[in-house]
């Protein structure tokens, strides 16, 4: 299979009787998890959180005499850190002939199914809005920051993986759990919360993770003696509970630790249309075009809420 880059056509779009079946998997676990707190903006550069910061604590000692005078003011100076919104934009475009040619099919056909794809525009329009969707979810995890310097630049939301202020190094040595505790804690020191944290992971890892602590007492006995095997959905950890969530776009090698509840969406709406719509070109031929638009950027937090393992052999 193949995509091609091209108008829809009788010829190169052939209609097939069968059940439809995507052979890429469209679940974005992250996005859904994330998309019901989506908030709007209209400046493409945003906030994400004013900081500042103390000393490190310490016992005064202040005589009665020292009292008399007031100590020297200490100023506290706030910084702020930002992200982006930015442009996901797809075109479909279908001829005439091949709308009105839905009953021509290829391949083996029988009474009991027709073409799995009756309506070949709304079929391209609902795969285009399946890649956004996609492509939505590889940036929020693996997004590179770009702020545009002019319209010839484009705009790149930073993602989760860039926004981890805590970092430990596996140096290519297999994920343990000295490794987990230590990330943990380095994280908590350093200000994170765990009253959402979520450890996000691809299927090698989600398996590591389950093997560690199948040797925890008692872990290892399911309810039913007929059934084996461990699926870790959760860990108890010394300072909150932390769920666990897979994403096939997580990296090899990389576990990444994310407090839910710093993060959201940002949306960027076109005034009058709203935001991702579908809205029709100008026609220059016997074909439908339309164009699907959207602006949208991550909002992480403080990138002291988050942490990430790397180089996991």
Known sequence: ?????????????PNFAGQLYSATPSVTPFLNLIREKAVKTDNFQFSTGVEYSHEAASQPAISENASLTAPTAVSYVR????????????????????????????????SLEGNCAPNELDFQTARAIEKIARDVEYT??????????????????RGMLAAAGTVIDCENAALTQTFLNAAFKT???????????VLICNSSIKQYLST???SQAGFNLP???????????????????????IDRFMPAGVLLGADISCIRPVEQDVPDKG???????????AAEEYQIFGQIGLDHGPAW?????????
């Open 1 to 13: 299979m193949s995509n091609i880059s091209a108008t829809g056509t009788v010829f190169n779009l």
């Open 79 to 110: 910084s702020q850190n930002t992200n982006v919104t930015q442009i996901f934009h797809e075109k479909v475009s279908v001829t005439y002939a091949k709308q009105s040619s839905g009953g021509r099919l290829s391949g083996v056909s029988s």
């Open 140 to 157: 929020f995890i693996n997004g590179v920051y770009q702020l545009a310097a002019n319209s010839s630049q484009a705009n790149k939301t």
């Open 187 to 197: 994280a908590f020191d350093a200000g994170a919360d765990f009253t959402d944290m």
């Open 212 to 214: 560690i602590y199948a």
């Open 223 to 245: 309810d039913s003696r007929n059934t084996g095997g461990v699926n870790l959905t959760s860990i108890e950890t010394d300072f909150g509970p932390v769920r666990i969530l």
């Open 275 to 285: 935001n991702f719509f579908r809205e029709p070109l100008s026609k220059t031929g």
């Open 305 to 313: 809420k988050h942490f990430k393992i790397v180089n996991i052999a």
